[in-house]
């Protein structure tokens, strides 16, 4: 054979092997064959646990050692280097991509790695180009950028998606409140752009209320001032690709409960089910959206994204709350569900746009069929926190895995296992462990996850009896004492207490 013709025979080869991925089965095919070092790195491996058992060579870098080393897909650094007291994630991500066991660790796993993030920053960019790795998301710049609450307010707009009635404006003054919301009554609610979990959403009724945020409001440019409603939670997450965008069931929010977090609408947990709300609420959410996720595609962003829904409870009007553009806590929830187990799981659309090769689904096809309520089962999550003001060291904390629980509320650990498909019935429960033996207990710290089968509300969106027993005994498994060295603990604590893990 002439060498030219080698070259052909080898050309004709080379375009067969990239070819165009057809359909969710092409792209499961093409994970599981994978030879791209993939990381999730983070402070835990929470937002996209069981990502390793749908991709050859997915690692997670987690700076929290939620499994005791038992995780085979989880690397934690052992040594804990000197450092400045981590504000948020984003530290806690740059801090990882900077230590010396972690940079050998991707080194050693080859070059070509690309790396997901929940949280991270220009910083973080830098450090992953210093290490060959490429981030599977859109730039910190326009992630901040659209995380803004109001530029989201305004993103919402041009997709023809419902807000709460606002107004966005700069607020120097209690009167300068009350004249630029004439038209939304008495009863307001203020967001500063940026901020989750409740730290950054006010309620103000009068100039008291006004008095105790008036510092946070007044520092911002811009500050979007709403109606209050009589409101539901609820929660969408989605993608966006090449294809179109893709969109997973609607979820409720369990927010605010005191039992498990000390902030008033503080985000505590997710519950997934077939009849979540009604069909025209479910409908409407979906159509919003698509509208929305085809809107950020024109803004220049792709991946997943997240979307909270308040529900006026005297109108049954669905609006827009916030955006998250990245995966969230509730990722969990959505990537483990029957329909992401029947096809694949969201965030594998995400990183497919990520992975240098041309791929085709029928985004309607897929939306319509997630949709169905045969392919959505029954789940629920509650993330506890230390709800007390007190500052207690821990002396005892339960392993993550599987709790059985027996007909009077007392659990025991059943197995281990690395995420919550294990779970068998609703007398059982998957519990991921984020503060270990020694950590320090602070008001509004994450404890731990809890995610079993069922609801973890009423019909009336109240904590239900079961969802009680499983909070006091998981709590019940923490054991504490005070600290000795109480004074300089409290500046730490005041420190490091202002952000979440997850």
Known sequence: MSKDKDKKKKGKKKVAKEKVLRGVHDIRRFFYRNETPLYFISATNFNLLGADEWIKGFKFISYIECFDGLHPNVFSP????????????????????????????????????KAMFLM???????????LGLELMFPSAKLRTHLDNKVVTNRVAMKADVPTVPNVLTRVDSFETLRKVSKHLGPELVVQTPFGDSGHTTFFINDEEDWK???DEIVAEEEVKVMKRI????AAMEACVTRNGTIVAPLMTELVGFKELTPYKGGWCGNEIYADCFTPKIRKKARKYAEQFGNQLKKEGYKGYFELDFLIDTDTDELYLGELNPRVTGASSITNHAVFALADIPLFLFHIMEWMDRDYEVSVNAINQRWHLPENIDSWSQMVIKHTDESIRQITVAPRSGIYAMDDAGNI????MDTH????ESEKEAFFLRIMKAGDYLYEGADMGIVVTRGRMMTDDFQLNDRSRQWIAAIRNEFKSSEPTDMPDLEKQVAEIGGFKMM
Not at 81 to 110: A, C, Q, W
Not at 121 to 127: A, G, I, M, N
Not at 230 to 233: A, F
Request: proline content about 2%; overall charge negative; some cysteine.
């Open 78 to 113: 052992k040594e804990d280097l000197p450092h400045d007291e981590f504000t948020s994630i984003e530290d806690i991500v740059n801090y990882m991509l900077e230590h010396k066991e972690v940079v050998e660790y991707i080194k050693k796993r080859g070059d070509g790695g």
């Open 120 to 130: 991270f920053d220009e910083r973080t960019e830098q450090l992953a180009e210093k």
């Open 212 to 214: 105790k945020h008036a």
């Open 230 to 233: 009589n409101c539901r939670g």
């Open 412 to 415: 025991r650990f059943s197995r």
């Open 420 to 423: 919550r498909r294990a779970v």
